[in-house]
């Protein structure tokens, strides 16, 4: 048996510049959400994703987004499976994917709390982040909300420029 | 071109053509490509049971959290609600997927049409007797300092049963608690945090916060009583023992009470399990009626 398949492609470079459909400024691969795609001896590409937040609504969207750029690159089989297993962290959004958010005018996280197996400790303080604001920069900004406008980010204002500001927020 | 146009063209083709289902929360199964294979010597009825217990406490949970969209005290808040229920819902999805890919569908797939994926026949198609989750989560709302008190202790419970439940066994309810975990701990603190702002904060305030842990704490009662399918999948080290977890949560919501200036109410006896069973009073079922009746109503509905 004979098997095509595109040698001339490599479908990591086409899946990892698909974007993500709510923060259209960095990639999947950029927030580390895209975790391979490789071509199988069949000829069917196998790409691997992980959510962000177990009940990330984007999800349904990234895998129609990915079938539908590999198929324009010339991939007629595509299988997107979902990983759940390490679980996402902010830790795996690049340095790339950090500039790119602050230039949207987000906030890139912080370093992630740290894990362990045991009991998680509780936080009772005001707040344990920080984050520079993205419009001009000053590291006088307060969190308005642990919560935002999509699962992964938090509200913060600047106390300098007064501007509100989103926050991917650590985990 | 040979292919989809669009990604809306790519959507419709990746369900067929035909149209998503109304009332479904997306076009991906979520366990494609994860490894549903059954642990050795579990049985996977029991592992099924299991899920349906922690997955319904996440549903029911979720659904009486989305009360306070358009309700909540503040703009801030209404979005911090929206988003633990999302969450909620999300591990709801995963582990009621999980007791669809063991075959654990009680009557749901007799009343659902073909095309509705598992995890939304067992979420709108089954009857409150069905259900497995415990009195804590169904309880209505109250105000916002009793929403506020429920959500810790659920949340203080779930993080506890979750953060024990990343060495299970199975390994897709080990991943489900692995990220569940992160996002509790979010859910927990930030419920914390509001009950200390509302029982140090005004006369008022602090009433309201005591009266909403007092009508909150007697729910714990069947918390820590496992059911038999409990016991037998912590003995295969495949699930978690609720009794494991009491010091554990008692410690945490004596701290968080402490701090908030209340009142801790005497622990409740324990009581045998009930919800676990299916056994449930009136308000589940009035919950289900809001969660269910829309689809039932029109079960063959897609857009």
């Known amino acids: 048996m004979t098997v095509v398949t595109r040698v001339d492609v490599d479908p990591w470079e086409v899946a990892a510049r698909v974007t993500d459909p709510e923060l259209p400024m960095v990639t999947l691969a950029d927030l580390g959400v895209l975790r391979g795609a490789r071509?199988?001896?069949?000829?069917?590409?196998?790409?691997?994703?992980?959510?962000t937040y177990t009940g990330c609504p984007a999800m349904g969207v990234m895998r129609a987004d990915l079938v539908h750029a590999l198929h324009l690159a010339g991939f007629a089989d595509v299988d997107v499976r979902t990983v759940l297993s390490p679980a996402w962290s902010t830790d795996r959004i690049s340095d790339e994917g950090r500039r790119k958010l602050a230039a949207g005018g987000i906030a890139p996280p912080g370093k992630a709390p740290a894990r362990s197996d045991g009991p998680v400790p509780l936080q009772l303080g005001p707040t344990r982040r920080t984050a520079s604001c993205p419009l001009c920069g000053s590291a006088d900004t307060e969190e308005l909300s642990e919560f935002g406008a999509t699962a992964c980010k938090a509200l913060r204002r600047c106390r300098s420029c007064r501007e509100p500001f989103e926050h991917v927020k650590e985990i | 071109m040979a292919h989809e146009e669009t990604v809306y063209d790519a959507l419709d083709h990746a369900h067929g053509g035909e149209g998503q289902w109304a009332f479904g929360t997306g076009f991906d199964e979520p366990l494609a490509g994860v490894d549903t294979t059954v642990p050795d010597g579990v049985d996977p009825a029991e592992l099924g049971e299991y899920c349906l217990m922690l997955g319904?406490?996440?549903?029911?949970?979720?659904?009486?959290?989305?009360?306070?969209?358009?309700?909540?005290?503040?703009?801030?808040?209404?979005?911090?609600?929206?988003?633990?229920?999302?969450?909620?819902?999300g591990q709801a999805r995963l582990l009621l997927a999980r007791a669809g890919s063991v075959g654990v569908l009680g009557r749901s797939r007799q009343r659902a049409t073909d095309s509705i994926p598992d995890e939304d026949a067992l979420a709108y198609f089954r009857a409150p007797g069905e259900f497995r989750s415990t009195a804590l989560v169904a309880a209505p709302n109250g105000d916002f300092a009793q929403t506020i008190a429920r959500l810790l202790v659920a949340s203080t419970v779930r993080l506890a049963v979750f953060a024990r439940l990343?060495?299970?066994?199975?390994?897709v309810l080990a991943?489900?608690?692995?990220?569940?975990?992160?996002?509790?701990?979010?859910?927990?603190?930030?419920?914390?945090?509001?009950?200390?702002?509302?029982?140090?904060?005004?006369?008022?305030?602090?009433?309201?916060?005591?009266?909403?842990?007092?009508?909150?704490?007697?729910?714990?009662?069947?918390?820590?009583?496992?059911?038999?399918?409990?016991?037998?999948?912590?003995?295969?080290?495949?699930?978690?023992?609720?009794?494991?977890?009491?010091?554990?949560?008692?410690?945490?919501?004596?701290?968080?009470?402490?701090?908030?200036?209340?009142?801790?109410?005497?622990?409740?006896?324990?009581?045998?399990?009930r919800g676990r069973l299916g056994e449930h009073g009136p308000e589940l079922t009035e919950l289900l009626e809001g969660l269910q009746g829309l689809a039932r109503r029109h079960p063959a509905a897609t857009w």
Do not use: C, M
Not at chain 2, 72 to 83: G, H, R
Not at chain 2, 166 to 171: I, K, L, M, Y
């Open chain 1, 39 to 51: 071509l199988e001896d069949d000829g069917t590409v196998v790409v691997e994703i992980t959510p």
């Open chain 2, 166 to 171: 990343r060495e299970s066994r199975d390994p």
């Open chain 2, 56 to 89: 319904d406490d996440a549903l029911v949970l979720a659904q009486r959290l989305t009360e306070w969209v358009t309700a909540s005290p503040e703009l801030e808040e209404e979005v911090a609600v929206a988003n633990v229920a999302l969450d909620l819902l």
């Open chain 2, 175 to 273: 991943a489900i608690a692995g990220k569940g975990v992160h996002e509790l701990a979010y859910h927990r603190d930030h419920a914390a945090r509001w009950l200390l702002r509302l029982g140090d904060g005004t006369e008022e305030s602090h009433l309201r916060a005591q009266r909403g842990v007092d009508a909150v704490w007697p729910l714990l009662a069947d918390v820590f009583s496992p059911t038999e399918v409990e016991r037998r999948l912590t003995a295969d080290r495949v699930g978690v023992d609720p009794a494991t977890t009491r010091e554990e949560v008692q410690s945490v919501l004596t701290e968080v009470l402490g701090r908030a200036t209340l009142r801790l109410p005497d622990w409740p006896a324990d009581a045998p399990p």
